[in-house]
């Protein structure tokens, strides 16, 4: 993994080239590693991004040993690990207010992780306190990621920070 400067060298973002599956899901057993109880994190990205691989990688960083898949049919799934993880793949969803019907506000305010992919989907749902992740594909090296990390709100600054000297220790 290569960990570049963001434009504007803004403290709120940071920036990693991951370059196969495995790298990614390393990236996220890191971040997973310094999650606490009522993270929320939003992660965006193209059909086929890795946005499912970066997110088995946070679980396991979070010790759970339930094996990672989308929840594309049933919208929600709830892992066991050191803090409970509650994973959202708002995929199918139609329309934003469908995410009324679920009791989101449990699970983003609650006692887990929770992990949101299509978080655009619901952003007028989402809270302003959060880290958004986006994840492009590289298109000229089809396993190449650039994932951008986006702090929003004190807790996720320190997020970043601790992730960011994790990644300059570990390159």
Request: hydrophobic share 35%; proline share 3%; aromatic share 12%.
């Given at each position: ?110 006692e887990g992780v929770t992990l949101i ?49 994790i990644e300059y220790i570990r390159n």
């Amino acid at each position: 993994m290569k960990s570049i400067l963001s434009e504007k060298y803004n403290n709120n973002i940071y920036t990693v080239i991951t370059n196969n599956p495995e790298e990614t899901i390393e990236l996220g057993k890191k971040l997973g590693n310094i999650l606490n109880k009522g993270d929320l994190i939003a992660v965006n990205g193209e059909l086929g991004t890795g946005k499912t691989c970066l997110i088995k990688g946070i679980a396991i960083g979070l010790e759970s040993r339930e094996e990672v898949t989308s929840p594309s049919f049933s919208i929600i799934k709830e892992y066991s690990a050191k803090i409970p993880i509650f994973h959202f793949d708002l995929y199918r969803l139609n329309r934003s207010e469908e995410i009324e019907g679920l009791g989101y506000e449990e699970y983003f305010y609650g006692e887990g992780v929770t992990l949101i992919e299509w978080p655009d989907k619901i952003k007028n749902y989402l809270p302003e306190k959060l880290l958004l992740i986006n994840i492009f594909m590289d298109y000229d090296n089809l396993f190449s990621r650039k994932i951008t990390f986006e702090a929003k709100g004190e807790r996720y600054k320190k997020i970043l920070e601790v992730l960011k000297s994790i990644e300059y220790i570990r390159n």
